[in-house]
């Protein structure tokens, strides 16, 4: 039924189309092509009858079906007006079977980030889990979460922010200047996998980013920021300073369907991207601390840092970036 409705978005998407010329194509019954046109006023697309046909007149703000409607990637919507949590819902539908959907929440109740971090993530936000299931080793699934980073990135410079990234997957934006010029957070990225030793069953991306939010909103200790706030800074005001999720998401959605179907690309499209390369970092793992300029990234996500005791290579910690003086 999705499928058939995306498709009546679709032909309406190409002007005035009538209900059995829509019955025709779809290869369905004029009562079902009524059903779902209905079904799309009530999800807030204007849809008028004419002489000519039914005519597409808006597209809702946000919404499963507004995202759908000229996604240019294979995903299916599944949203949700308030959840605890998308990737505790997306690991439910991955356990399922389905598999290149997205869940999407217009405000999370119980989202976490990684090492069980509390996610504040109130509405006009963007929340949503990828269910993905890759051809790939699980010592391979890192690179994905790369991709979801620069997806995010790409998505964000097409708002006006210029974005970067600090490694793995924090998507950061250069708030002030000189002495008082800091790097404070859009998004957080969290990616969950299930499978064996030399496949995977399922990997689902967590994103969550701070679009249409005040900074007053966020919790002190995130050091977050938002992008209504960094384009206020740049100059915006009132409505303006939003940000159109429904076409924030598509951007991302498409990004990271390019990125994933194409994993060589998803390093050089990282370090184009990076904040955290050339720059003396602390980077704390499961085995100490490790102290040092980054210098690269290897494929999957491995961050290589020259320190005082020669090469490191890291797979995994949470990075800071150090000022010259630390």
């Not at 079977?97 to 069980?116: I, K, N, S």
């Not at 499978?195 to 909103?217: F, T």
């Not at 991207?273 to 704390?284: D, N, P």
Request: hydrophobic share 40%.
């Amino acid at each position: 039924m999705q499928e058939t409705r995306r498709r009546v978005l679709d032909a309406l998407a190409e002007g005035p189309v009538t209900g059995p010329e829509l019955a025709e194509r779809l290869g369905v019954s004029r009562a079902a092509v009524w059903k779902h046109v209905e079904a799309l006023r009530e999800a807030d697309f204007e849809v008028e009858g004419t002489d000519e046909g039914y005519v597409l007149r808006s597209v809702p703000e946000y919404g499963g079906p507004a995202i759908e409607y000229g996604l240019e990637a294979p995903f299916a919507v599944e949203f949700h007006d308030s959840l605890g949590s998308t990737n505790e819902r997306a690991r439910e539908l991955a356990a399922d079977g389905p598999e290149d959907t997205v869940v999407v929440a217009a405000e999370q109740t119980g989202g976490r980030g990684r090492l069980d971090r509390e996610w504040s993530s109130p509405a006009g936000g963007v929340w949503l889990s990828v269910v993905c299931r890759p051809d790939l080793p699980p010592a391979q699934v890192p690179v994905y979460t790369l991709a979801a980073a620069v997806a995010v990135t790409r998505a964000c410079r097409e708002a006006g922010v210029e974005a970067r990234i600090k490694w793995p997957n924090d998507v950061l934006v250069a708030v002030g200047a000189g002495d008082d010029l800091e790097e404070r957070k859009l998004c957080g990225i969290l990616t969950e996998m299930e499978g064996e030793a030399d496949r995977v069953s399922w990997v689902v991306v967590g994103i969550g980013v701070n679009v249409n939010l005040d900074e007053a909103d966020l919790p002190p200790e995130a050091n977050g920021t938002t992008l209504r706030a960094c384009r206020e800074r740049a100059g915006h005001t009132g409505d303006d300073a939003d940000v159109p999720r429904r076409l924030f998401v598509q951007r991302l959605l498409e990004a990271f369907d390019e990125l994933r179907g194409d994993p060589e690309a998803v390093l050089p499209a990282w370090r184009e991207y990076a904040s955290t390369l050339g720059r003396r970092v602390r980077v704390e793992t499961p085995g100490g601390e490790v102290v040092g300029e980054a210098v690269d990234i290897e494929f999957p996500g491995t961050l290589v840092v020259e320190t005082d005791e020669g090469t490191r290579r890291v797979s995994a910690g949470d990075c800071e970036h150090l000022r010259p003086a630390e």
